[in-house]
């Protein structure tokens, strides 16, 4: 029995946008609106469906760092934070240097000019039974509760309540989301504002990719400064790692290739597989350099000010709110949408425009996520040498 074809996300987004574009310049009026009616209660459901996604992952994510071994768990997750928050002011820094050169004012004037988008024939609300900060402070004490007191009880109940909502992103939104985009590019193909963005997205991806490699050497430099290692045979060693997560788009999956390179730059055994398994839920640099360079330019495109305080703060959240989230197709960004929503003031469709920018580099951003996690590992290794680390995972 021959196997069907199966198109990855990326290939079913593109070809969502490509579709969207022509219905939205071909077909009638009445027709277009019945996928932006659809477009409509979908981000409706994304609405409700994200505090109730921070409150499994975050909490989940949490709860699963609270246990281990203690200091060289501490290290670690302070290690991958710092290198994501690094990460995202290194982004918003070439952001603001180098994004308003091929964002222009007239881009985002003709976006704003562009005519009335469609409405839908009917609306869904869908209020969300709390709100995002709310979702992050409930996860954050319940995550951090569950840890002091070690419940395994309410440990297992946390990560079987992540499995839902996993389950609910990987046979719900996932599968429907290229239609999602389909809408939405149907209506800024109809009010016109389709060209603008088309005119912005390669140069942005562009951008990304080469902040990507940037941080990855800048870390390698560190870690191998520091673990006093080779840069040059670190990164060589590292080549089938990089693949690994370019072809699967999964830090998870990820993790064995990882462990072999690892040891190949001679990373002791008992670091190697405590820190490479870790890294894999909390350092998010790619997407941290992603998600902040979209959010940038779709801000830009609509003509919204961009304050330093704001991002900073944005980015801050980002490194927490997106732990665990790797375990998704495109779980960082569904995991970003609350931020961008309560934080930076994105709607639905720049929300739409965030998730189809993302996914579409995703790959690059697993790849620059798992490549980085080596530079965590040598640190670490360099402040245990003279210890026995001895870490069951």
């Known amino acids: 029995m021959s196997k069907q074809l199966k198109l990855g996300l990326i290939p079913k987004i593109i070809i969502g946008i490509l579709l969207g574009v022509i219905i939205g310049k071909f077909l009638p009026e009445a027709i277009i609106r019945i996928f932006v009616t659809f477009s409509s209660g979908f981000g409706s459901f994304l609405g409700f469906i994200v505090p109730l996604l921070i409150l499994g992952f975050v909490t989940a994510g949490i709860a699963e760092l609270g246990t281990g071994a203690g200091k060289l768990l501490a290290i670690t997750v302070g290690l991958s934070y710092g290198f994501t928050l690094i990460s995202g002011l290194f982004a918003y820094t070439l952001g603001k240097s180098f994004l308003p050169k091929f964002i222009s004012a ?16 009917f609306s869904m609300p869908m209020p969300p039974v709390m709100g995002v900060t709310t979702a992050l402070i409930l996860a954050f004490i319940l995550g951090l509760g569950i840890a002091a007191i070690k419940s395994e009880d309410l440990k297992k109940l946390a ?20 239609l999602h985009i389909l809408g939405i590019f149907a209506n800024m193909t109809k009010s016109g504002q389709v060209v603008s963005v088309f005119s912005v997205f390669g140069k942005v991806f562009l951008m990304v990719i080469i902040a990507h490699i940037t941080i990855i050497v800048f870390q390698f430099v560190i870690g191998a400064a520091i673990g006093k290692k080779n840069l040059f045979e670190c990164l060589k060693f590292q080549v089938p790692g990089y693949l690994t997560a370019l072809g699967t788009q999964s830090s998870a999956a990820t993790i064995p290739v990882n462990v072999q390179c690892s040891e190949k730059m001679g990373i002791s055994k008992g670091v190697r597989e405590f820190v490479i398994p870790l890294c894999a839920t909390t350092h998010m640099s790619g997407s941290t350099i992603t998600l902040t360079t979209c959010a940038m330019a779709v801000m830009m495109l609509n003509g919204m000010p961009i304050q330093f305080n704001g991002f900073f703060g944005f980015i801050a959240m980002l490194g927490i709110s997106i732990v665990a989230a790797p375990g998704v197709p495109g779980g960082a960004v569904m995991a970003s949408l609350g931020l961008l929503e309560s934080m930076l003031g994105f709607n639905q469709t720049m929300l739409s425009l965030m998730i189809a920018l993302y996914i579409a580099q995703d790959s690059f951003g697993t790849a620059c996520n798992v490549t980085g996690d080596q530079a965590v590992a040598m640190i670490v290794d360099r402040v245990y040498e003279d210890k026995t680390v001895s870490v069951s995972v």
């Open 106 to 121: 007239e881009a985002a004037k003709t976006i704003g000019e562009a005519g009335a988008e469609l409405k839908p024939y």
């Open 159 to 178: 990560l079987d309540f992540q499995k839902i909502i996993t389950k609910v992103i990987e046979n719900i939104v996932i599968p429907l989301l290229p």
